[in-house]
């Protein structure tokens, strides 16, 4: 079965303290990961695309890669701003439409001044 | 560049009333998407549009859910009739290609009571 899964499932840091969070997946062939970040009340706003193995991706303080298995998001030097949940999703190479993603549960995100 | 509109942005209705969701997409884009998240759980993905025709619909968990996109413009989801566990945020996307670009609304939270 298709899975995303995505941890830790929330995760408190101090301004300027770096970490990163993971999404594993399990899909039989894998066309796109995507990284969203949600703000409450909003939706989801995209963040980076990887296509393959060793890709990687930056955007300010934020840096995402990808092996076979799992992405990480890496945070460098986090502001309070980048609180946030951050979302993961992949979408397949198969199957009746290439626009479905699935989802990850999502890491929720907060920094602390 | 307007972005996606949904509306209302909160619904509470009854258990067995109807309930009609409304989202506009970004002009041009021919691909969208609706997406539902239930509390606790992954946003996942319920049907996606090409213009008006229904692209892929494996994602609707019953027949008491209707999605139009007449004219390929606004799209409709429908409710009819509503049971509690419809109750979640219900999201829209929209893309100029298919499955990628993706730009979501803020979505529609419904509570069926």
């Known amino acids: 079965e298709d899975q995303v899964t995505q941890s830790p499932e929330a995760l408190r840091l101090q301004e300027g303290e770096s970490s990163s969070l993971n999404c594993s997946y399990t899909?039989?062939?894998?066309?796109?990961l995507f990284w969203y970040r949600q703000d409450p009340g909003k939706g989801p706003e995209f963040l980076f695309t990887l296509y393959s193995a060793g890709e990687e991706k930056e955007k300010e303080r934020l840096k995402a890669t990808l092996t076979k298995k799992e992405s990480f998001l890496h945070i460098t030097a986090p502001k309070p701003e980048d609180s946030a949940t951050y979302l993961c999703?992949?979408?397949?190479?198969?199957?009746?439409?290439?626009?479905?993603?699935?989802f990850g549960k999502g890491t929720k995100l907060s920094v602390k001044p | 560049e307007a972005g996606v509109t949904q509306f209302p942005s909160h619904s509470v209705i009854e258990k067995g009333q109807t309930v009609t969701l409304r989202c506009d997409p970004i002009s041009g884009h021919d691909n969208l998407y609706w997406y539902r998240r239930v509390m606790g759980k992954e946003i996942k993905f319920l049907l996606h549009?090409?213009?008006?025709?229904?692209?892929?619909e494996s994602g609707m968990p019953n027949n008491r859910f209707l999605a139009e996109r007449t004219g390929g413009t606004y799209s409709t989801l429908k409710v009819q009739p509503a049971e509690l566990e419809d109750s979640g945020v219900y999201f829209c996307a929209s893309s100029q290609e298919e499955g990628l670009g993706y730009t979501f609304g803020s979505g529609t939270r419904l509570t069926v009571v």
């Open positions: 899909v039989s062939g894998l066309r796109g």
């Open positions: 549009f090409v213009k008006e025709s229904k692209q892929d």
């Open positions: 999703a992949v979408q397949m190479n198969y199957g009746g439409s290439q626009g479905n993603l699935i």
